[in-house]
């Protein structure tokens, strides 16, 4: 297994991971999952895209963005276009369809309420054969390099509040709970001048 930066022929790959990994199976149109996120990371920032691959593929990714708002600004004007006519903004949001599709259209649906001092975001998915071998923490690693390079001061991950492993993983690295809007948990993670990681402190 290698790790190394994503490739636009990656994408195929990648977006199938984010699709076969997620739990919303009760979706008719799984591949909204990938269009929603990995696909623009990889089109839109493919320099913040990491993969690891062996011989039978990719078998993980880590995506992510610099300036979170910047982003998701970027998105609307250039990912959003290619989907709209395909994926028509819905008026009302009355189940996980509904949701994905109004999250193409606005972004910004993402953003959590204590984004100040993690202006960067990440997604991570490993194949079941990459798992529980150190690759997450290795992709994590080359991403922080470049969103610190970037000149970001921390980066934030939302993951399910019932994902007690994940969890548990983004604490190791040193992630704080920053907030857990419904059944979600928001992670933050605060990068110091010296290029490692730390934790910003515990707020009672």
Not at 37 to 57: H, K, Q, R
Request: aromatic residues 10%; negative net charge; hydrophobic residues 40%.
């Amino acid at each position: 297994m290698i790790l190394r930066p994503a490739r636009a022929d990656d994408l195929k790959a990648v977006h199938d991971i984010c699709v076969d990994t997620a739990t919303q199976t009760e979706l008719d149109d799984l591949d909204l999952i990938g269009y929603v996120f990995v696909d623009p990371y990889l089109t839109l920032v493919p320099e913040l895209c990491f993969v690891i691959a062996d011989d039978e593929g990719v078998a993980g990714y880590t995506v992510g963005a610099v300036d979170t708002v910047d982003f998701y600004r970027r998105w609307r004007a250039e990912w959003t276009p290619r989907f709209a006519d395909r994926y028509p903004k819905p008026a009302q949001e009355t189940n996980r369809y509904e949701s994905l599709v109004l999250s193409m259209h606005n972004p910004e649906r993402f953003l959590p309420a204590t984004l100040g001092g993690y202006p960067s975001h990440l997604h991570i998915n490993l194949d079941a054969r990459a798992r529980r071998q150190g690759w997450g923490t290795k992709l994590l690693d080359a991403l922080f390099d470049q969103l610190r390079a970037g000149g970001s001061t921390g980066v934030h991950l939302t993951t399910s509040a019932t994902n007690t492993r994940a969890i548990a993983f983004y604490h190791t690295l040193g992630f704080e709970v920053l907030e857990q809007p419904g059944t979600a948990t928001v992670m933050g993670l605060r990068f110091d001048g010296s290029g490692r990681m730390e934790a910003s402190p515990s707020r009672s």
